[in-house]
Nanobody, 125 residues
Framework: EVQLVESGGGLVQVGGSLRLSCATS????????IGWFRQSPGKEREAVSC????????YYVDSVQGRFTISSDNAKNTTYLQMSSLRPDDTAVYYC??????????????????WGQGTQVTVSS
């Protein structure tokens, strides 16, 4: 059974930091691309970052470049999203997702076949 379980969300003040975790099982983690997406009320789901575990390539949306860092611990089948200098517009439910084939476009959510249940991140001003 494939599982992706996000954790680490919460309430943080502007400028603060959080580290999200995506613990996975049921698929060959080393061969998969793991993406982080977010969605806030009334907005479309947005790609935030991804890491290709087979070559450690990483990608970020412009709005988080330099503030967020994605990484994977292949021994733990877990991907992390370290978020710093958080802003109110980072408030959203954050989801991790897994793609078996390297996405043609890393931000295309339809290319990810497995999804977690999400974790809420709230940045207060």
């Amino acid at each position: 059974e494939v599982q992706l379980v996000e954790s680490g969300g919460g309430l943080v003040q502007v400028g603060g930091s959080l580290r999200l975790s995506c613990a996975t099982s049921g698929f060959p983690f080393d061969d998969y691309t793991i993406g982080w997406f977010r969605q806030s009320p009334g907005k479309e789901r947005e790609a935030v970052s991804c890491i290709k575990n087979n070559d450690d390539s990483v990608y970020y949306v412009d709005s988080v470049q330099g503030r967020f860092t994605i990484s994977s611990d292949n021994a733990k089948n877990t991907t992390y999203l370290q978020m710093s200098s958080l802003r109110p517009d980072d408030t959203a439910v954050y989801y991790c997702a897994a793609a078996g084939a390297p996405p043609w476009g890393w931000a295309n959510d339809f290319e990810y076949e497995y999804w977690g249940q999400g974790t809420q991140v709230t940045v207060s001003s």
